[in-house]
C-alpha cells in the first residue's frame, strides 16, 4: 500500500503539478542520504540514488523504487532536473564504506564483541580486503562510469572552486551542484537552499531517526548513518585513527582525476601527511 501511495504522489507531483525534481545523485557514504531527507522534510520534490541507469539499476537488489521511477521518466526522457552531487575526500569515504561492509554485519553484536580486532588487525584487513581488490577504484571512477554515462556531463570539464568547495553549471537538461561535504552546515545548507530555490534548508542526519528504526525492526543496516552514529562506531574510529595506506595505493589515490579536481594542492598534501604513515604504527 505504501508503494502504490509513493507512485500515486510522485504521478500527481510530477505530471500533475509540473514540479522540477531535485535529483541527489551521489556515490554511497558521501552524505547523500542525509541531505536528501532534510530536502524531502522541507517539501522539496527530491529523489536519491547512487545509480540511475536502467542497466545499473537492474544489478543492484537494494535500490529505491523512487531511483527507478526517476530513471524511466526524467533520466532517459532527458527530462529537466536539478541535480546535486557530494564530493568526499577519498579516503574518508572508502574507510567509511569498508567498515559499514566488513564491520556493519556485527551491528546487532554486543559491543564488546564487536570490538575484538585490534587496531593494527583493521588496518591490515582494510589494505587487504579493499584495497587489493581494487575497490577503492568505485569512487575515484564514480563521476566517469555512472555520472557521466547516465547524465552525458563531464564534471572534469567544469571548473570546481577548491576553496570554497562547491561548483554550479548547466548543461543540457540539468543545472549542477557538486558541493564538497566537509563544508560547514550552514555554509552547505545556503548553498542548497539557494540552488533548490527555497528560502532556508536545515541539513541534519536528525531526519533518519524514523528510518534508523524501521531499518533495525528488519535487522538491515539504516542507509544514510553517519559511522561515527552507528553501532560499529569504535571499529570505524579506530581504523579511522590507526589506518596507514601503502605508498602505491596512496599515489594512485592522490594522484587520480578526482582527487586533482576536486582538491587543492595542499588539500591533497593534506591526505598523503594523514594517511601516509608519519607517527602512525602499521
Same mark, same amino acid.
Given at each position: 500500500?505504501?508503494?502504490?501511495?509513493?507512485?500515486?504522489?510522485?504521478?500527481?507531483?510530477?505530471?500533475?503539478?509540473?514540479?522540477?525534481?531535485?535529483?541527489? *545523485?551521489? =556515490?554511497?557514504?558521501?552524505?547523500?542520504?542525509?541531505?536528501?531527507?532534510?530536502?524531502?522534510?522541507?517539501?522539496?520534490?527530491?529523489?536519491?540514488?547512487?545509480?540511475?541507469?536502467?542497466?545499473?539499476?537492474?544489478?543492484?537488489?537494494?535500490?529505491?523504487?523512487?531511483?527507478?521511477?526517476?530513471?524511466?521518466?526524467?533520466?532517459?526522457?532527458?527530462?529537466?532536473?536539478?541535480?546535486?552531487?557530494? =564530493?568526499?575526500?577519498?579516503?574518508?569515504?572508502?574507510?567509511?564504506?569498508?567498515?559499514?561492509?566488513?564491520?556493519?554485519?556485527?551491528?546487532?553484536?554486543?559491543? !564488546?564483541?564487536?570490538?575484538?580486532?585490534?587496531?593494527?588487525?583493521?588496518?591490515?584487513?582494510?589494505?587487504?580486503?579493499?584495497?587489493?581488490?581494487?575497490?577503492?577504484?568505485?569512487?575515484?571512477?564514480?563521476?566517469?562510469?555512472?555520472?557521466?554515462?547516465?547524465?552525458?556531463?563531464?564534471? *572534469?570539464?567544469?571548473?570546481?572552486?577548491?576553496?570554497?568547495?562547491?561548483?554550479?553549471?548547466?548543461?543540457?537538461?540539468?543545472? =549542477?551542484?557538486?558541493?564538497?561535504?566537509?563544508?560547514?552546515?550552514?555554509?552547505?545548507?545556503?548553498? =542548497?537552499?539557494?540552488?533548490?530555490?527555497?528560502?532556508?534548508?536545515?541539513?541534519?542526519?536528525?531526519?533518519? !531517526?524514523?528510518?534508523?528504526?524501521?531499518?533495525?525492526?528488519?535487522?538491515?543496516?539504516?542507509?544514510?548513518?553517519?559511522?561515527?552514529?552507528?553501532? *560499529? !562506531?569504535?571499529?570505524?574510529?579506530?581504523?579511522?585513527?590507526?589506518?596507514?595506506?601503502?605508498?602505491?595505493?596512496?599515489?594512485?589515490?592522490?594522484?587520480?582525476?578526482?582527487?586533482?579536481?576536486?582538491?587543492?594542492?595542499?588539500?591533497?598534501?593534506?591526505?598523503?601527511?594523514?594517511?601516509?604513515?608519519?607517527?602512525?604504527?602499521?
Amino acid at each position: 500500500m505504501e508503494r502504490v501511495k509513493r507512485a500515486l504522489a510522485l504521478y500527481i507531483s510530477y505530471f500533475l503539478f509540473r514540479r522540477t525534481p531535485t535529483l541527489v *545523485y551521489s =556515490v554511497e557514504r558521501s552524505g547523500s542520504v542525509a541531505l536528501l531527507h532534510s530536502l524531502k522534510s522541507h517539501g522539496v520534490f527530491a529523489f536519491g540514488a547512487h545509480y540511475l541507469s536502467p542497466e545499473k539499476l537492474a544489478q543492484q537488489q537494494h535500490h529505491s523504487g523512487t531511483a527507478g521511477w526517476a530513471s524511466k521518466y526524467i533520466i532517459s526522457k532527458r527530462k529537466p532536473a536539478k541535480v546535486i552531487s557530494l =564530493v568526499r575526500t577519498p579516503i574518508e569515504s572508502m574507510l567509511s564504506t569498508f567498515a559499514r561492509e566488513y564491520y556493519g554485519e556485527q551491528a546487532s553484536q554486543p559491543e !564488546a564483541a564487536a570490538s575484538q580486532s585490534t587496531s593494527d588487525e583493521l588496518s591490515e584487513e582494510f589494505c587487504r580486503t579493499y584495497l587489493q581488490s581494487d575497490q577503492y577504484l568505485h569512487p575515484l571512477r564514480w563521476f566517469e562510469t555512472e555520472f557521466q554515462p547516465t547524465l552525458g556531463i563531464d564534471v *572534469y570539464q567544469h571548473a570546481f572552486d577548491k576553496q570554497q568547495r562547491f561548483a554550479r553549471f548547466h548543461e543540457k537538461s540539468y543545472d =549542477v551542484l557538486l558541493l564538497g561535504t566537509e563544508l560547514a552546515d550552514q555554509q552547505k545548507s545556503q548553498l =542548497v537552499a539557494e540552488f533548490v530555490g527555497i528560502p532556508q534548508l536545515e541539513i541534519s542526519s536528525a531526519s533518519l !531517526a524514523a528510518q534508523t528504526s524501521a531499518s533495525r525492526k528488519q535487522h538491515r543496516l539504516p542507509p544514510g548513518r553517519p559511522g561515527e552514529q552507528s553501532d *560499529y !562506531a569504535q571499529q570505524y574510529k579506530r581504523l579511522k585513527q590507526h589506518v596507514v595506506i601503502p605508498e602505491n595505493y596512496l599515489d594512485a589515490i592522490v594522484d587520480s582525476r578526482y582527487t586533482q579536481h576536486f582538491f587543492s594542492e595542499e588539500g591533497r598534501e593534506a591526505i598523503r601527511l594523514k594517511y601516509g604513515g608519519g607517527d602512525r604504527r602499521v
